[in-house]
Structure formats: C-alpha cells, structure tokens
C-alpha cells in the first residue's frame, strides 16, 4: 500500500515549456487534490477532483489544468510554465482525512 | 469561506519543555480542525482532528490540541518537547465536503 505518490520529484522547466505531474493513490479514494506550497502562504488549492471524469478549479486554478481519466491517477498540467509557477507542489487524496504524497519541487526559469 | 490563522511564524522552545502552537478559525457552522506536520522535504503528515466531542484532543506522536469555541482557538501542544519536533505545523479547516483551508504554517524549533 503506496498511499500517494507523485512524479517526478524534481523538475526544471525553461518559460514557455509544457509539463505534466502525475499524482497516484492506491486508497480508492474519490476525491483528489492539487495543491502549491510557497512560502509563507502555506498550501492552496489549485484544482480538485469528487471522481472519476470531475474536475473542479480551487483557489488558484490559473495557468494549469487538469484531469481525472483514472480513479487512481490525477494528472496536474501546465501548459506554458511561468517563473511564478516555481514551487512544491503536493497531491493529496481524501479519506478519513486528506493523505498527502511527498510533492514535487518545481523550478521555472 | 472557512478560514485559519497561524499568528506565528517561528516558535521556538526548549528540549522538555511544554510547547504550544497556536491556531484561531473562523467559520460558519461547526468547524472541522486538523493539524498536520511536514518535516523537511516531505509532504504532510496528518496529526489530529477535532470533528465533534471532547474539546481535548489527542494525536500522533504526544500533540494534544484544545479546542475552545469560545475564543474560536484550537491550539497544539505537547507537555515535553523533543528535538525531533522541530519542523512545520500547519493548522487547517475542512470545508465540508470539499477541501481543506490551511494556515500560512508555524516552524517550530526544538533546542537541545
């Protein structure tokens, strides 16, 4: 039993460039999430998800999308990187209560 | 919207000594409070959560948090603290059922 995990665990992209982080759970849970951590601001959410084939925009859902083709699998996209994107970001999944995977730190130049 | 605030940045205390990180909510309803714990380079470990019940709450590793509706606080604590402590402390608010509201973090460093 895995629990949550994420990939990668590091990634630099060049502005402009494309990216997708892929978030796993093994727990069957429905409901999914993305978050970023900066400093300071502690975790916002980006986009969540209530089951397979829903996505929903959270508190900061610009310049990112989604999808949810899997129960399992929650796929966070970035389409055009910015420098503003540099950050943690972290997948999480809900049961009792939310299970975070271990984040990947993203470094937009 | 549900809301937390973490007042504190940096808290630091030392080895055996009693530890609090504060936490105030602000919420519609009855809230649901949880704390979690990230230790470097890791994600967040989930700690406790007071939901309904006895305003005392007990949790993973020896944290304690009390909830108190009156001054709308739900404050961690632990009798002795450990130098294995030190990492961050995240208070957060569920709203139900979608996600979670989280604070801006306390560090807390344990000294020897």
């Known amino acids: 039993n895995a629990g949550v995990t994420q990939t990668p665990k590091f990634r630099v992209l060049k502005t402009g460039q494309s990216m997708t982080l892929l978030c796993a759970q093994d727990?069957?849970?429905?409901?999914m999430y993305w978050y970023r951590q900066d400093p300071g601001m502690g975790l916002r959410l980006i986009h969540y998800?209530?089951?397979?084939?829903?996505?929903a925009k959270g508190e900061v859902p610009d310049g990112y999308n989604v999808s949810r083709l899997k129960k399992q699998n929650f796929l966070l996209g970035l389409e055009s990187a910015a420098p503003s994107q540099t950050s943690v970001y972290f997948c999480?999944?809900?049961?009792?209560?939310?299970?975070f995977g271990p984040g990947t730190r993203l470094l937009v130049l | 919207a549900q809301s937390v605030a973490q007042p504190e940045d940096q808290v630091n205390v030392a080895e055996g000594n009693p530890l609090t990180v504060k936490c105030t909510y602000s919420?519609?309803?009855?809230?649901?409070l949880f704390w979690y714990v990230q230790y470097p380079n890791r994600g967040l470990q989930f700690l406790l959560k007071?939901?309904?019940?006895?305003?005392l709450v007990k949790g993973s590793y020896g944290f304690e948090a009390e909830f108190n509706k009156s001054q709308t606080s739900f404050h961690l604590k632990k009798p002795s603290a450990l130098v294995s402590d030190s990492a961050l402390y995240f208070c957060?608010?569920?709203?139900?059922?979608?996600?979670?509201?989280f604070g801006a973090g306390t560090r807390l460093t344990v000294k020897p």
């Open positions: 007071y939901i309904t019940g006895d305003n």
């Open positions: 957060a608010v569920m709203e139900w059922p979608l996600d979670m509201r």
């Open positions: 727990m069957n849970h429905e409901y």
């Open positions: 998800s209530v089951g397979e084939g829903t996505t």
């Open positions: 919420v519609s309803g009855n809230p649901y």
């Open positions: 999480a999944s809900r049961g009792e209560t939310q299970y």
